[in-house]
């Protein structure tokens, strides 16, 4: 079981910046490794969108077109904080941006999957307005 708790969100100006922290823990940190990890967001009246994730197998960050070139995904060494560096944010960003994990889906995948996650936390809100 993993625990996965985010922080960092907040109101911000069309065009600024803000970076999220996702803090994971719990009896399975040793499984952490095998977990694509990653960051999903919701916005009122909306679906759930996958955002960006690490892939476990490989490494490498993946991200839905609509925020390529201006977040990025990073993780310390010891994989247990993930974080996102939101630039250039949008009025169309502002959503509750929760950090998940699973074990089954990885790279583009994780970001379809939204429904299917393991595990998730409870999100932080990213405003972005005027």
């Known amino acids: 079981q993993l625990q996965l708790v985010e922080s960092g969100g907040g109101l911000v100006q069309p065009g600024g910046s803000l970076r999220l922290s996702c803090a994971i823990s719990?009896?399975?940190?040793?499984?952490?490794?095998?977990?694509?990890i990653g960051w999903y967001r919701q916005a009122p009246g909306k679906e759930r969108e996958g955002v960006a994730c690490?892939?476990?197998?490989?490494?490498?960050?993946y991200y839905t077109k609509a925020v390529e070139g201006r977040f990025t995904i990073s993780r310390e060494n010891d994989k247990k904080t993930y974080y996102l560096q939101m630039n250039s944010l949008k009025p169309e960003d502002t959503a509750v941006y929760h950090c998940?994990?699973?074990?089954?889906?990885?790279?583009?995948?994780?970001?379809?999957?939204?429904?299917?996650?393991?595990?998730w936390g409870q999100g932080t809100q990213v405003t972005v307005s005027a």
């Open positions: 719990g009896p399975s940190e040793a499984s952490i490794p095998f977990y694509t």
């Open positions: 998940a994990a699973d074990p089954f889906y990885e790279n583009e995948r994780w970001l379809e999957m939204v429904n299917e996650y393991d595990y």
């Open positions: 690490i892939g476990s197998s490989n490494g490498q960050p």
